[in-house]
């Protein structure tokens, strides 16, 4: 049988340059610094560093499995040396998205966001890093239902027979902690109540049926980040931003058919100081950086054929003039929301505004408010 390999996205806001826009190169020189070692050392099969935005992408191919303690320890060890680096040049927010003091066996939980999947790689193996910045684990759930569950979008749902049997999808509750398995398209209309209310229920992965042709059921075909921070840290420390792993071709969607969703710049949370909804803009590499009001929000695809674990790439998949229509799109719809100023619904609802100073102003006015 075929050895399995394990690829690790694992990120982290440790410091923006400048404010909140982007990561400083020494912050990368740093990440590849250390992980150069780890791969020298055998513990990794190969590498990459990327950034969106102000967070700093770690994603590695190795053989440890999931949740492994030596993988997380390194990403954990390279964002701490990161962050002396960002306090050393008064980067903002140095450290901001690591939470706890020591590391203790596992990342998550910790701050820094995860998406892990182990599998056994076919002939050909495709593969597509998501990386967003500015907004929230949920902003993954329309695109990720598109990819493999709509077929106005993949139309090898329609065409192709090992795709027809459609998908089985793990939907986290991210209040209660708790999660559920659905199978699509037979539980369709049950998994989109759960997925619209995108604040609380989100994808985290999805897997192939037990009917389906090629790939075993046990093994993730996508993979979602999804550590609210502020859960952790009890207030608002920044935003969640995401990051995701998704598989492509040979009984999955084309990659065309999974960056498709994207060509449509859904609203999202997040956005200046994750109290705003905003367009969900796809951009090139060099266009991550968030300065429109923080913003507005920003997506990334880099594109990899998996090697033996080696990650060969990456391809900047919407370094495109195709996607030019969405990104004009998505200026129009930044311009519309922000109009609105403070007023809903470019500001969050007051359910979502929980970790912000209006839990103080009611508090301030308590005893002026008059029965009508």
């Not at 780890?38 to 560093?49: M, Q, R």
């Not at 990819?147 to 027809?164: E, K, N, Q, R, Y």
């Not at 049926?209 to 046990?218: A, R, T, V, Y």
Request: negative net charge; charged residues 25%; glycine residues 10%.
């Amino acid at each position: 049988m075929t050895e399995k390999i394990t690829i690790s996205l694992i990120k982290a806001d440790v410091g923006g340059y400048p404010g909140h826009s982007s990561v400083h190169p020494k912050l990368i020189e740093t990440a590849k610094k250390g992980l150069t070692a780890a791969k020298d050392s055998g513990l990794l099969i190969d590498f990459k560093v990327l950034a969106a935005g102000d967070d700093l992408e770690l994603l590695m191919g190795h053989r440890k499995g999931e949740d492994n303690e030596e993988i997380h320890s390194l990403a954990w060890n390279i964002f701490t040396k990161a962050t002396d680096v960002a306090k050393e040049l008064k980067l903002y927010g140095a450290g901001q998205d690591l939470l706890k003091d020591a590391f203790s066996g596992n990342i998550k939980g910790m701050g820094p966001g995860v998406a892990e999947m182990e599998f056994t790689e076919r002939k050909g193996e495709p593969l597509v890093a998501f990386m967003m910045d500015k907004t929230e684990p949920g902003a993954f759930n329309l695109p990720i239902y598109r990819m493999f569950a709509d077929p106005f979008s993949t139309a090898g749902l329609i065409v192709d027979p090992s795709l027809h049997a459609g998908f089985r999808f793990e939907v986290w509750d991210i209040m209660e902690h708790t999660k559920v398995f659905m199978n699509l398209p037979e539980e369709m209309y049950d998994i989109l109540a759960l997925i619209g209310a995108k604040s609380r229920y989100v994808i985290k992965r999805v897997f192939p049926k037990e009917e389906h042709p090629s790939l075993p059921p046990d093994e993730p075909v996508a993979a979602i980040s999804t550590e609210k921070l502020f859960q952790t840290a009890g207030k608002y420390v920044g935003k969640d931003d995401p990051a995701g792993l998704v598989r492509a071709q040979s009984g999955l969607p084309a990659l065309g058919e999974v960056i498709e969703p994207f060509a449509f710049p859904h609203l999202v949370s997040g956005w200046m100081r994750g109290s705003h909804n905003g367009p969900l803009m796809p951009v090139a590499f060099k266009d991550a950086r968030c300065t429109r009001f923080d913003g507005p929000p920003r997506v990334i695809a880099a594109g990899f054929q998996i090697s033996n674990g080696t990650l060969v790439g990456p391809a900047d998949l919407f370094d495109d003039p195709a996607y030019d229509l969405t990104r004009r799109k998505a200026q129009e719809i930044a311009e519309y929301m922000r109009r609105h100023g403070p007023f809903e619904p470019h500001r969050l609802p007051m359910g979502d505004m929980e970790y912000t100073t209006l839990p103080d102003v009611l508090k301030k006015l308590e005893g002026r408010f008059e029965k009508t």
